[in-house]
């Protein structure tokens, strides 16, 4: 069984759906319809009309549920956004305790089973000021994605009803300047409280710390048969405690967390859904950012493309075990990636004799360790060399010269990497 981030990324379970032009037949639609219902969690009374204009794109026949802790949002909801679309919507008033999460399994888990399909949207607000361009940003990726228009939901539903072993749509990680989850940042402190809520559902899913969670809230549209185990846990209002949302290892992060895990364990795949005018904003911000990353990484980990980074976590292994077993290493190559491969070796308390080196340098030491000419080297047949140099063809003349020199213990870091 492969793990739910590597199946998204081979698979490309990315659906970028249109905002408009829904070519399907006027029948469907409403067939589908009655088999859908969005169910909603609001508790800002101040952002309400950030929200509105989303509410809007939902089809009339399609069933509506608002979920709030507070009345007065439930009431003004129904005064100025219900009244004026003239639609029907169910208002329930939940105790308040466990925010969207308990709305939507112990509030909602009455209502799911009724449905085929369902779509589940909550609120978010900035809790400083520095966050709130992220949030706002976060809130068009939430809403957006999942209700961009009334045709955008049509394409929504067709996609389920195209692809049977569909589970899980869920919005793209969030990004922003404070956020770090589309780095693969996404367990923060919740990998243990995941695994352990897996765990007690039963769940059969390839959870590791490697690989990071597909979905990081409850706003998502679902298969309702893909979920059946969460909602049969018969949650209840008490297994929440919102004092404990300061902490990473919190049981609200992990349901959040633990969808698509959910949806594999019943046979169901989980993808991404966006909407094009979304994506443009996103992949804009994703190449800003990722030039920053790699132009300033370049002193530390001067590794610049997705190639050599497989290339590099293939062999990094290979080499420190390499290392481990012969105590007298040198790294053959003084340069950027000598250091790197220098830097690795330390990290694991491997400390190399020194640097290598083809031609003699006025440079004689770097990172407090000899810089040494390989013809100055006594007994270089009984040491084990790490060959740290890039161009494939310069590693080649480098095996040879140690050849020559009776060394036939040497290890390449960048050996089997690809050259276009």
């Known amino acids: 069984m492969k793990n739910v981030y590597d199946l998204r990324y081979e698979n490309n379970f990315l659906f970028l759906l249109p905002e408009k032009n829904h070519t399907e037949s006027n029948s469907q639609p409403l067939k589908l319809y009655r088999k859908t219902a969005v169910i909603i969690y609001l508790y800002y009374l101040d952002t309400l009309q950030t929200y509105y204009p989303y509410l809007d794109n939902i089809p009339p026949q399609i069933d509506v549920y608002l979920i709030s802790s507070r009345e ?42 009724k449905y085929e399909y369902v779509c589940f949207l909550h609120d978010k607000k900035e809790h400083c000021a520095e966050r709130k361009e ?25 996609t389920f009803e195209k692809n049977k072993d569909l589970g899980i749509l869920a919005p793209p990680e969030p990004v922003g300047k404070h956020f770090n989850t589309w780095y693969g940042y996404g367990w923060y402190h919740s990998f243990e409280i995941t695994r352990e809520l897996a765990k007690r559902l ?19 549209w679902f298969r309702t048969c893909s979920l059946r185990k969460l909602f049969e846990a018969e949650w209840q209002y008490s297994d929440f405690n919102d004092e404990k949302l300061q902490r990473g290892h919190y049981l609200s992060y992990a349901i959040e967390r633990i969808f698509a895990y959910v949806a594999q364990d019943a046979g169901y795949s989980t ?28 002193s530390f980990f001067p590794i610049n493309n997705l190639g050599d980074l497989e290339c590099f976590q293939r062999n990094k292994g290979k080499v420190i075990e390499f290392a481990r077993r012969n105590k007298e290493v040198y790294l053959y190559g003084a340069g950027k990636m000598g250091r790197l491969c220098s830097a690795l070796l330390r990290a694991e308390n491997i400390l190399p004799l020194g640097f290598l080196v083809s031609k003699e340098s006025e440079v004689t030491r770097i990172e407090c360790l000899p810089v040494v000419p390989v013809d100055q080297l006594e007994d270089i047949q009984d040491m084990a060399v790490i060959i740290t140099v890039y161009q494939r063809e310069v590693q080649e003349e480098i095996a040879e010269l140690l050849e020559r020199y009776g060394c036939h213990m040497y290890i390449k870091l960048w050996a089997e990497r690809k050259e276009w």
């Open 72 to 113: 007065e949002v439930l009431r003004e909801v129904k005064e100025s956004w219900a009244s004026r679309s003239g639609r029907k919507v169910h208002y329930i008033l939940k105790e308040n305790r466990g925010r969207d999460v308990s709305a939507l399994l112990v509030t909602g888990r009455e209502i799911v089973p």
């Open 134 to 158: 992220d949030t706002q940003f976060w809130v068009e990726n939430l809403w957006r994605n999942q209700v961009g228009s009334s045709d955008y939901i049509n394409h929504i539903l067709d």
């Open 202 to 220: 039963q769940l059969k899913a390839d959870i590791r710390w490697d690989k990071p969670p597909i979905t990081f809230g409850t706003v998502l």
């Open 271 to 298: 993808g991404i859904a966006m909407t094009p005018s979304y994506g443009e904003k996103q992949i804009n911000f994703l190449q800003y950012s990722t030039h920053l990353i790699f132009q300033e990484m370049d």
